[in-house]
């Protein structure tokens, strides 16, 4: 069993910048990790992805803003979210598949295959 804690979000005006740490339990980074967003009444997507290899992939809204990364000896993943936008609130989730070889579905992480997910950290842009 791996647990998922993540933190740092927070609000911040738009243009601004928040990293969210995403901490692993045990060997759990060690694993395809990604974060998906989820705004209210809509369904949970995904905005980054990073397999065993550290090859990363990101949603198009996100890319070039956005940047997933990990720290194996710390055992912690971390989105960097920088010139964010109103529309980039949502309640954020880190989450892992069961091995190092992540589920691309259209080219991205799909929640049907993520096996664990954090409790979510809450991101609200303002204009």
């Known amino acids: 069993q791996v647990q998922l804690m993540e933190s740092g979000g927070g609000s911040v005006q738009a243009g601004g910048s928040l990293t969210l740490s995403c901490a692993a339990s045990?060997?759990?980074?060690?694993?395809?990790m990604g974060w998906f967003r989820q705004k209210p009444e809509a369904e949970r997507e995904a905005v980054a992805a990073?397999?065993?290899?550290?090859?990363?992939r990101y949603a198009e809204s996100v890319k070039g803003r956005f940047t997933i990364s990990k720290d194996n000896a710390k055992n912690t993943l971390y989105l960097q979210m920088h010139n964010l936008k109103p529309e980039d609130t949502a309640t954020y989730y880190c989450?892992?598949?069961?091995?190092?070889?992540?589920?691309?579905?259209?080219?991205?992480?799909?929640?049907?295959?993520?096996?664990?997910w954090g409790q979510g950290t809450q991101v609200t842009v303002s204009s």
């Open positions: 989450a892992a598949e069961t091995s190092g070889v992540c589920t691309w579905v259209g080219g991205l992480l799909h929640a049907a295959y993520v096996t664990f």
């Open positions: 045990g060997n759990g980074i060690n694993r395809c």
């Open positions: 990073i397999d065993g290899d550290d090859s990363a």
